[in-house]
């Protein structure tokens, strides 16, 4: 992606307060003095069977992008990619499971786009209010920063097993269902009350891409801690016999900036490697705000998995403990 947009001009205008520049996960424009717009949109094809539970999962992964930016949807329009010959019911309930997604986050369907396709893709575009003053990205970690997940690890298997299994393990399709339908909302309204200084949503990337964009967007390095990091049931295990399509883009791309601890295992490598489906929310706070975090993540019923800091050292570069 940094290649395609290489060439294109960036918009040089000071009501946009976040652009690609840092390729953060959703776009601000400043409206007046203390409201601005904050606006994305994202695409997902099915990773499991059932169209309602797509489509919730979908609209969840494109609400996150403003959650993470610290904002709150308003309104969303629904695009959708679909096959004509296909039935229209499916259809019918992956907007079904979408709108029960969008309602739940207060937001309201306003319309949409559908065109035809051989292969079923279904996201939204988001755009919601910001505070200008309170704007979280994904460039402004600082040394000495907590690193705090929201959410398990391991879309990326669940989703080969869903490909190549006849039947997937039942604790492991709930939990991995239950993870991507859940709203990033609540970890949204955490960091926000513990101040965090910087935050962004593990999506396509996966966690070393996201965390490398956030090391180089705030001029630090990071460290993660492998054996920390929260996995859904079974994937560690059955990431040695499958690999996401998405473990080999991101490393080609972020490979070279990472510097891992020889203990670390093949096949959690993969993991953090992997693109996740609505994954958690990636956030770096002040070691003094973490035990607040986590009592205000346990009382909103949500994850805080402490998996690494921010250090002082070469901008963009992580190290992976084990």
């Given at each position: 992606m940094a290649q395609a947009l290489e060439g294109l001009k960036r918009p040089d205008d000071p009501r946009l307060l976040v652009g690609i520049n840092t390729a953060d996960d959703a776009g601000v424009y400043l409206l007046e003095d203390g409201?601005?717009?904050?606006?994305?949109?994202?695409?997902?094809?099915?990773?499991?069977?059932?169209?309602?539970?797509?489509?919730?999962?979908?609209?969840?992964?494109?609400?996150?992008?403003?959650?993470?930016?610290?904002?709150?949807?308003?309104?969303?329009?629904?695009?959708?990619?679909?096959?004509?010959?296909?039935?229209?019911?499916?259809?019918?309930?992956i907007l079904r499971g979408g709108q029960d997604a969008v309602n739940e986050s207060g937001a309201l369907v306003v319309g949409g786009h559908t065109f035809s396709e051989k292969e079923i893709k279904y996201g939204l575009s988001v755009t919601g209010r910001i505070d200008p003053g309170r704007i979280i990205t994904n460039a402004a970690a600082r040394a000495g920063d907590v690193l705090v997940l929201t959410k398990p690890l391991g879309c990326g298997v669940f989703a080969q097993a869903m490909m190549t299994q006849d039947?997937?393990?039942?604790?492991?399709?709930?939990?991995?269902?239950?993870?991507?339908?859940?709203?990033?909302?609540?970890?949204?309204?955490?960091?926000?009350?513990?101040?965090?200084?910087?935050?962004?949503?593990?999506?396509?990337?996966?966690?070393?891409?996201?965390?490398?964009?956030?090391?180089?967007?705030?001029?630090?390095?990071?460290?993660?801690?492998?054996?920390?990091?929260?996995?859904?049931p079974k994937v560690l295990e059955m990431a040695a016999e499958m690999t996401d399509p998405g473990v080999f883009m991101n490393e080609s791309s972020f490979g070279t900036r990472v510097a891992w601890d020889?203990?670390?295992?093949?096949?959690?490598?993969?993991?953090?490697?992997?693109?996740?489906?609505?994954?958690?929310?990636?956030?770096?706070l002040a070691p003094a705000r973490l035990d607040e975090f986590k009592r205000r993540a346990a009382d909103a019923g949500i994850l805080a998995a402490v998996v690494g800091e921010a250090r002082t050292g070469a901008p963009g570069t992580i190290e992976v403990a084990a």
């Open positions: 409201l601005a717009l904050v606006q994305t949109v994202d695409l997902l094809t099915p990773m499991v069977e059932d169209a309602y539970t797509f489509g919730r999962i979908a609209a969840a992964n494109s609400l996150s992008d403003v959650y993470a930016m610290g904002g709150t949807p308003l309104t969303v329009l629904n695009v959708v990619g679909f096959p004509g010959p296909m039935d229209k019911r499916i259809l019918g309930d039947v997937v393990d039942p604790v492991l399709y709930q939990a991995a269902t239950a993870s991507m339908m859940q709203l990033n909302r609540a970890a949204s309204e955490v960091m926000l009350a513990c101040d965090a200084h910087s935050a962004t949503d593990i999506t396509g990337y996966g966690l070393i891409g996201h965390a490398q964009e956030m090391a180089e967007g705030s001029g630090v390095a990071l460290r993660l801690y492998a054996g920390r990091l929260p996995l859904l020889e203990n670390v295992p093949d096949n959690l490598r993969k993991i953090m490697w992997e693109s996740q489906s609505s994954g958690g929310l990636f956030i770096s």
